[in-house]
């Protein structure tokens, strides 16, 4: 089990709020966890700080709630408390803590060196940025860890990349840097703003941007496992994409009718009470290669017209999908997992927002949370994940770990 900590010495007055409020994990694979719920960068930085020393961190991934502290203010903080410290992450919707699931949280994910060797670049621009570029940096990023972990540890390598979820580029992103990633498996979320869908942040060594995108290689000696899993089947109920507007992922028609009339009628919903939840609770799906994604919708607009999550064009076939018990399949997938790797230590987890509301709509959030709690999994909700080479949506992806005297 974790050994969970105050990062605090309160006064016993305020002693069981602020155990509530601030906290800290150390896991057996020597990775540490600290979150808090205290709208204070500095006193954050300083906590964080802190455990690096313990630790003898050499990164720290960070993911924060915006209605709880602001990008540029956690950088100059870091960069007070913690000038030494190299580290990257993004905004939030939703985060998952080491309690569960939570709203209006920072946390900070930190690797020790001992175990660790990381690497990362921050990609600006990503509206003008050119795709071979971007593989370019993969494959600097991959000579520069090898220079820095040697042959041995580099043998087992996973990839980490966080998205400006309001970018529109996340699939060119995603299929970039999978082109330059080989054989390395890839994992991300795509940045949220609290479902406010105005700016996401990421933060990457002092740097504070939007129309970015954070890519993070990371060579260990603990064994891990990439996967994901969702709760979703399709149906033979089509919706083909007759009129759209894929620059901004917005369709305007399927089946050649109003696009929100059309879906609704679909699921079985009048047009005027389409809302975040009703997209949760009947998403559509894409045939891929097989197998089948979901294509989530952010939101209606009120023209009719439906913006997605994902890339969008004329021509595409989509399925309402029907869902499955979102508990038993999660579980289900942890269990998989757990089997994989002889035990779970810990796991770092990217889960679509919508995943989030669906479990509210459905009664389901405190079972996950609790599901996500004692299968240790911290991360943030997101806008969007990404998989080996694909962009998703409504998806949970993660990366688990085993203890670390498994791997010797």
Same mark, same amino acid.
């Given at each position: 089990?974790?050994?969970?900590?105050?990062?605090?010495?309160?006064?016993?007055?305020?002693?069981?709020?602020?155990?509530?409020?601030?906290?800290?994990?150390?896991?057996?694979?020597?990775?540490?966890? $600290?979150?808090?719920?205290? +709208?204070?960068?500095?006193?954050?930085?300083?906590?964080?700080?802190?455990?690096?020393?313990?630790?003898?961190?050499?990164?720290?991934?960070? /993911?924060?709630?915006?209605?709880?502290?602001?990008?540029?203010?956690?950088?100059?903080? $870091?960069?007070?408390?913690?000038?030494?410290?190299?580290?990257?992450?993004?905004?939030?919707?939703?985060?998952?803590?080491?309690?569960?699931?939570?709203?209006?949280?920072?946390?900070?994910?930190? $690797? +020790?060196?001992?175990?660790?060797?990381?690497?990362?670049?921050?990609?600006?621009?990503?509206?003008?940025?050119?795709?071979?570029?971007?593989?370019?940096?993969?494959?600097?990023?991959?000579?520069?860890?090898?220079?820095?972990?040697?042959?041995?540890?580099?043998?087992?390598?996973?990839?980490?990349?966080?998205?400006?979820?309001?970018?529109?580029?996340?699939?060119?992103?995603?299929?970039?840097?999978?082109?330059? !990633?080989?054989?390395? +498996?890839?994992?991300?979320?795509?940045?949220?703003?609290?479902?406010?869908?105005?700016?996401?942040?990421?933060?990457?060594?002092?740097?504070?941007?939007?129309?970015?995108?954070?890519?993070?290689?990371?060579?260990?000696?603990?064994?891990?496992?990439?996967?994901?899993?969702?709760? /979703?089947?399709?149906?033979?109920?089509?919706?083909?994409?007759?009129?759209?507007?894929?620059?901004?992922?917005?369709?305007?028609?399927?089946?050649?009718?109003?696009?929100?009339?059309?879906?609704?009628?679909?699921?079985?919903?009048?047009?005027?009470?389409?809302?975040?939840?009703?997209?949760?609770?009947? +998403?559509?799906?894409?045939?891929?290669?097989?197998?089948?994604?979901?294509?989530?919708?952010?939101?209606?607009?009120?023209?009719?017209?439906?913006?997605? /999550?994902?890339?969008? *064009?004329?021509?595409?076939?989509?399925?309402?999908?029907?869902?499955?018990?979102?508990?038993?399949?999660?579980?289900?997938? !942890?269990?998989?997992?757990?089997?994989?790797?002889?035990?779970?230590?810990?796991?770092?987890?990217?889960?679509?927002?919508?995943?989030?509301?669906?479990?509210?709509?459905?009664?389901? /959030?405190? *079972?996950?949370?609790? !599901?996500?709690?004692?299968?240790?999994?911290?991360?943030?909700?997101?806008?969007?994940?990404?998989?080996?080479?694909?962009?998703?949506?409504?998806?949970?992806?993660?990366?688990?770990?085993?203890?670390?005297?498994?791997?010797?």
């Amino acid at each position: 089990m974790p050994d969970i900590k105050d990062t605090h010495k309160p006064a016993l007055g305020e002693l069981r709020r602020r155990q509530l409020a601030s906290s800290s994990t150390r896991y057996a694979s020597g990775l540490s966890a $600290l979150t808090t719920d205290e +709208p204070d960068p500095n006193a954050f930085a300083r906590a964080v700080a802190a455990e690096a020393a313990i630790v003898d961190a050499g990164f720290a991934l960070l /993911f924060f709630s915006q209605s709880l502290v602001d990008a540029a203010a956690l950088a100059q903080a $870091l960069k007070v408390h913690a000038p030494s410290l190299a580290y990257a992450g993004c905004s939030t919707a939703g985060e998952i803590t080491p309690q569960g699931l939570e709203e209006g949280h920072a946390l900070a994910l930190l $690797l +020790p060196s001992a175990s660790f060797s990381t690497v990362s670049t921050m990609i600006e621009n990503l509206s003008t940025s050119g795709m071979d570029g971007i593989t370019g940096e993969v494959v600097e990023l991959r000579r520069l860890l090898r220079g820095r972990a040697g042959r041995e540890r580099t043998k087992s390598v996973f990839a980490l990349c966080f998205i400006d979820g309001l970018s529109y580029a996340e699939e060119a992103v995603t299929s970039a840097i999978h082109w330059g !990633l080989d054989d390395i +498996p890839l994992i991300g979320g795509s940045a949220g703003d609290d479902l406010k869908f105005e700016t996401t942040s990421l933060i990457s060594d002092g740097k504070v941007s939007s129309d970015s995108a954070i890519i993070v290689l990371v060579a260990t000696e603990i064994p891990f496992h990439v996967f994901k899993t969702d709760n /979703f089947i399709p149906t033979d109920e089509k919706l083909v994409v007759t009129a759209s507007d894929p620059d901004h992922r917005i369709v305007r028609e399927f089946n050649a009718t109003n696009a929100a009339e059309e879906y609704a009628a679909s699921v079985g919903i009048v047009p005027q009470t389409l809302t975040p939840l009703s997209f949760a609770s009947h +998403p559509v799906v894409v045939k891929v290669g097989g197998e089948y994604y979901c294509r989530s919708i952010q939101r209606m607009h009120p023209d009719g017209s439906l913006s997605f /999550f994902c890339a969008i *064009d004329d021509g595409v076939v989509l399925s309402i999908a029907q869902p499955k018990n979102m508990v038993e399949a999660t579980r289900t997938a !942890l269990q998989d997992v757990e089997h994989r790797l002889g035990g779970i230590d810990m796991i770092l987890g990217f889960d679509c927002v919508l995943r989030r509301l669906d479990a509210r709509n459905r009664q389901v /959030f405190r *079972d996950i949370s609790e !599901l996500y709690r004692t299968n240790k999994v911290i991360g943030f909700g997101t806008y969007g994940e990404q998989y080996r080479s694909m962009h998703l949506n409504q998806t949970f992806t993660g990366i688990a770990f085993g203890e670390r005297q498994a791997a010797e």
